[in-house]
């Protein structure tokens, strides 16, 4: 089973998500995807859920099958799940907001978290 940070990886790789990142962010970015694109170079399984998730950006199905990918290999390497997730660590906190676009950012624990944008009216949270 996929971890949080695992989850967030694969759908930022899905997403397209270095399209709205700052330079330095876009290169860790990079990096990431590269040091996984070479982890993946012998798993032809998984090499083809990394390409079809690059290929079609925001299929939650190809996000999925990627999200898989790299639990399994993250689960029988954890210090490659080390490596992405430092990696990881110098993207997340440096992606920007662009256009009329939405970073919501949350890092800890906490009983409930709410997150909003736009809110129209009335607003009760009990």
Avoid: Y
């Avoid at 695992?6 to 899905?14: E, V």
């Avoid at 032809?44 to 950006?57: G, M, N, S």
Wanted: glycine share 6%; with cysteine.
């Amino acid at each position: 089973m996929a971890d949080p940070i695992t989850t967030a990886i694969a759908a930022a790789i899905a997403g397209g998500m270095s399209q709205s990142l700052s330079d330095q962010a876009r290169a860790s970015m990079t990096a990431l995807t590269q040091r996984i694109r070479e982890k993946f170079g012998r798993r032809p399984a998984a090499k083809a859920a990394l390409d079809a998730a690059l290929d079609d950006p925001g299929s939650s199905a190809r996000a999925s099958e990627l999200v898989r990918a790299l639990a399994e290999a993250c689960e029988e390497d954890p210090e490659f799940g080390r490596q992405i997730r430092e990696l990881w660590d110098h993207v997340r906190p440096t992606a920007v907001v662009r256009d009329d676009a939405v970073v919501n950012t949350f890092d800890g624990r906490a009983d409930k978290v709410v997150q909003l944008r736009d809110v129209h009216g009335d607003l009760r949270i009990s």
